[in-house]
C-alpha cells in the first residue's frame, strides 16, 4: 500500500537543463495532480489529469509540460529549468466519485532546486 | 473565483493552550467543499477534515475542533490543549467543481503553529 509515490526526492539542476518528475499511484485513481509549493504562496496547481491520455492546465501551468500514457503514472516535465521553477513539488490523487467530496492522496513530495 | 485566506502566517503557542486558526473563502459556487490540512515537519501533507456546503454543523475529533459558518464564510480550526506534535503548518484548501469534475484544490498560504514546551 505505497499510495503515491514521487521520485525523485530530490533533484539539483542548472539553468536551462531539462528533467522529469514521476509520479505514481497504486489505488487505481482517476485523476491526478501535480502542485507546487513556495513560501508564503502556498500549493498552486501545475496541471491535472481526468484519466488516462488526458491532461489540463492549472493555475501555473507556465514551463512545464506533463503526460498521463498510463493511468497509474503522471509526469511532470520541465524543458528548460528556471531558477523560478526551484520550489517543493507534491503529486496527489484521488478516485472517481462525485467532484468535490473526495479527499487527495498527496505524494511525499519532490524538492527541486535550479541554480 | 475561488479564494482561501489565511490571514495568520504564523502562530506561537504555550504546551496546553488552545488555540484558532482562521480560514476565509471566496466562491461562486454554492456546492463547495471546505478543507484542513496538516504539514509536519517532515513534509507530507495529511488530510484532517473535509466539509460540504451544506453541513454547517461545528465538528470535534479529540483536541480538534472546527466551525464553519456559511454567513461569514469562514472555516476556523481550533486546537484544544496543544502539544508539540501539533507543531506544523496547516493548510485551508476549497474544492473548485467545475465542469470537468477535476475538483481541483484551492489551498491558502499557510499557517505555521509553533507549540512551545
Known amino acids: 500500500n505505497a499510495g503515491v509515490t514521487q521520485t525523485p526526492k530530490f533533484r539539483v539542476l542548472k539553468t536551462g537543463q531539462s528533467m522529469t518528475l514521476l509520479c505514481a499511484q497504486d489505488?487505481?485513481?482517476?485523476?491526478m495532480y501535480w502542485y507546487r509549493q513556495d513560501p508564503g504562496m502556498g500549493l498552486r496547481l501545475i496541471h491535472y489529469s481526468v484519466g488516462e491520455g488526458t491532461t489540463a492546465k492549472g493555475e501555473v501551468p507556465d514551463g512545464y509540460n506533463v503526460s498521463r500514457l498510463k493511468k497509474q503514472n503522471f509526469l511532470l516535465g520541465l524543458e528548460s529549468a528556471a531558477p523560478s521553477q526551484t520550489s517543493v513539488y507534491f503529486c496527489a490523487s484521488r478516485g472517481q466519485t462525485y467532484s468535490g467530496a473526495n479527499v487527495l492522496t498527496f505524494g511525499a513530495g519532490s524538492r527541486l532546486t535550479v541554480l | 473565483a475561488q479564494k482561501v485566506t489565511q490571514a495568520q502566517t504564523e502562530i506561537s503557542v504555550v504546551e496546553k493552550e488552545d488555540v484558532t486558526l482562521d480560514c476565509v473563502y471566496e466562491?461562486?459556487?454554492?456546492?463547495?467543499?471546505l478543507f484542513w490540512y496538516k504539514q509536519p515537519p517532515s513534509g507530507e501533507l495529511v488530510f484532517l477534515i473535509r466539509?460540504?456546503?451544506?453541513?454547517?454543523q461545528n465538528e470535534i475529533s479529540g483536541r480538534y475542533s472546527w466551525n464553519f459558518q456559511k454567513s461569514t464564510s469562514s472555516f476556523n480550526f481550533t486546537i484544544t490543549a496543544s502539544q508539540v506534535v501539533d507543531s506544523a503548518v496547516y493548510f485551508c484548501?476549497?474544492?473548485?467543481?467545475?465542469?470537468?469534475?477535476?475538483?481541483?484544490?484551492?489551498f491558502g498560504t499557510g499557517t505555521r503553529l509553533t507549540v512551545i514546551p
Open positions: 484548501a476549497l474544492s473548485d467543481l467545475d465542469q470537468t469534475g477535476a475538483n481541483n484544490l484551492f
Open positions: 489505488m487505481n485513481h482517476e485523476y
Open positions: 466539509r460540504n456546503s451544506f453541513d454547517e
Open positions: 466562491t461562486r459556487d454554492t456546492t463547495y467543499y
